[in-house]
């Protein structure tokens, strides 16, 4: 009995080392996970436990402790690479050691990450970020002569001519000219200013810039800002670490994850009882949902945001993931500046792009911008401010930015092969989204929506009653102890759809489709079979 109190209270000790995993995930499929009934007293306990050690061994506290330590970076949750991707990598270890498992390998179908899956890095980025790299290389008959000049051309416009130089705080001159230029040609000539455009680390981190912006007050008049639930959970992270408050608008499923406006008028209505509403975000196309804005809509969000004095936030990362046949990307820039006055002189708009979605599938490279629209001169200064504080963006990942927006022309010599590769990793991802939507909805139990664009699906899932209550008694979400389960049973890791936010009483998880169309049809197999048996196993 005392060594298996000890075993669990080793074990607690390992996951309250990391205070964001809120529970002993690793230990949770033991023979009778029932056992585990540590109450926060005992967790407690066992802290001032190591507290009274260290004071007898002779050794000061320590300065920064979980309840020293600021608060609000405590508040923060980060599903996507949360608990359940630190099991991942143990499985991944154990695996590597020869223990023996009822799979062979760990499927990360948790994150986009599109070179993780398999997914083949566009040649003419490649080329050119080579050339950047090492410009030895443009003496080499190896390379297409657009490739050498398009090199040359971002390699002048750096310090020193290199790409380890810092550049001026809002990124390369350049290549802001480059996306205002992109951006012009998306929204059909309507003009885009190289002013209002500042490059960053991926889109991230620029969102985090205009949040922090925007965020100010203490008590009921603390800003609120306005999220889509499901959310990309980089939004809460970011509130939560802000000290803001998150206010949540849901989206309707019923009919394929929908945004409403009368669904932004309640939310807005009850937050204003206790917070500042002062901004609304949008992820379109939908992250994890996948769903694709009307133009219809978007124009119906315009006019709400006006009417309600909200700043917009555009996160459109996934602009070149969009799948179904019916639906077509419209950013907000262009639907704004059609929408005329006074809508397209007074709303005040941020709209974020990355290279790590899209076709490119360039993560690593963190390469990133947001175009600002009506905001005030003296605002966009401190916004600079902030941003010259981090000195500037990654330059490689500013190059490949670059050559996103302004990638090779008809008359180039790369043109042909950079077309005949971007349009074979979105027919693929457009093949992946529909081979989803269909096994998933033949599974008993399992409800997916159309993947109208992006890079997941997030179906809802049926639980018995028993799972349910197991999961309680554990002190998990039901989808998470589902995920669980179902990571150590096949090797498949998915985030659960409370990672997320949904409504009360539904359970989801979301999947990337980025697996090799061979793998995700055998995933889907796999994850089809083991919710038989784990519906069946608690009936």
């Avoid at 297409?144 to 390369?172: F, N, T």
Wanted: aromatic share 8%; hydrophobic share 40%.
């Amino acid at each position: 009995m005392r060594a298996a109190q000890g075993s669990q209270q080793a074990a607690l000790k390992r996951v309250l080392s990391q205070p964001w995993v809120p529970y002993p995930d690793s230990l949770l499929l033991t023979p009778n996970p029932q056992a585990w009934t540590l109450s926060p007293s005992t967790i407690m306990a066992l802290r001032e436990n190591d507290q009274s050690q260290s004071s007898k061994n002779g050794l000061k506290e320590k300065v920064l402790t979980l309840d020293t330590m600021n608060p609000c970076v405590r508040k923060v949750e980060y599903a996507v690479r949360g608990s359940i991707v630190l099991r991942a990598l143990e499985l991944e270890q154990e695996l590597r050691q020869g223990v023996e498992k009822p799979f062979t390998e760990v499927i990360r179908a948790n994150i986009g990450d599109a070179q993780a899956m398999g997914q083949r890095p566009i040649t003419f980025f490649r080329q050119v970020l080579a050339l950047c790299v090492h410009p030895d290389l443009l003496s080499s008959p190896d390379f297409p002569d657009d490739a050498k000049r398009r090199a040359e051309r971002i390699l002048q416009a750096c310090g020193g001519h290199s790409l380890g130089a810092y550049s001026i705080s809002s990124g390369v001159q350049l290549i802001r000219e480059d996306v205002a230029q992109y951006i012009q040609r998306r929204d059909g000539g309507i003009p885009a200013d190289t002013n209002n455009i500042f490059l960053s680390t991926g889109a991230s981190d620029a969102i985090v810039t205009v949040l922090k912006l925007l965020v100010a007050g203490e008590g009921r008049t603390r800003t609120g800002v306005l999220i889509p639930i499901p959310q990309y959970p980089l939004y809460s992270a970011a509130l939560a670490e802000l000290d803001a408050v998150q206010v949540d608008y849901y989206l309707d499923e019923e009919r394929a994850w929908a945004l409403d406006v009368a669904e932004l008028r309640r939310a807005l209505r009850q937050a204003r009882d206790h917070c500042r509403p002062r901004a609304l975000c949008v992820i379109n196309p939908g992250n994890p949902t996948g769903q694709v804005q009307t133009r219809e809509c978007i124009e119906a969000v315009i006019r709400f945001a006006f009417e309600e004095r909200l700043f917009l936030m555009a996160d459109e990362v996934y602009q070149d993931n969009v799948y179904a046949e019916d639906s077509r990307f419209h950013s907000f820039k262009k639907v704004l500046m059609e929408m005329g006055p006074p809508y397209a002189a007074q709303q005040e708009l941020a709209s974020f792009h990355s290279a790590s979605k899209g076709y490119m599938g360039e993560c690593g490279f963190r390469g990133g911008y947001v175009e600002v629209v009506n905001m005030d001169a003296e605002v966009q200064q401190q916004m600079l401010k902030l941003m010259s504080v981090r000195l500037c963006p990654p330059v490689p990942g500013q190059a490949l930015l670059d050559m996103v927006v302004s990638p090779p022309a008809p008359s180039d010599p790369s043109f042909v092969q950079f077309q005949a590769e971007k349009q074979e990793v979105l027919a693929q991802l457009a093949a992946k989204a529909k081979l989803t939507e269909q096994m998933f909805n033949q599974i008993p139990g399992i409800r997916c929506n159309p993947v109208q664009g992006a890079m997941y699906s997030f179906p809802r899932v049926q639980l018995p009653p028993r799972a349910v209550q197991c999961a309680k008694e554990l002190g998990l979400a039901p989808d998470m102890f589902f995920c669980l389960r179902l990571l150590e049973e096949t090797g498949i890791c998915v985030v659960p759809g409370s990672g997320f936010g949904q409504r009360e009483g539904t359970y989801h998880f979301r999947m990337t489709i980025l697996p090799p169309m061979e793998k995700l049809r055998l995933l889907l197999e796999k994850l089809s079979h083991f919710h038989t048996k784990f519906t069946q196993e608690y009936s």
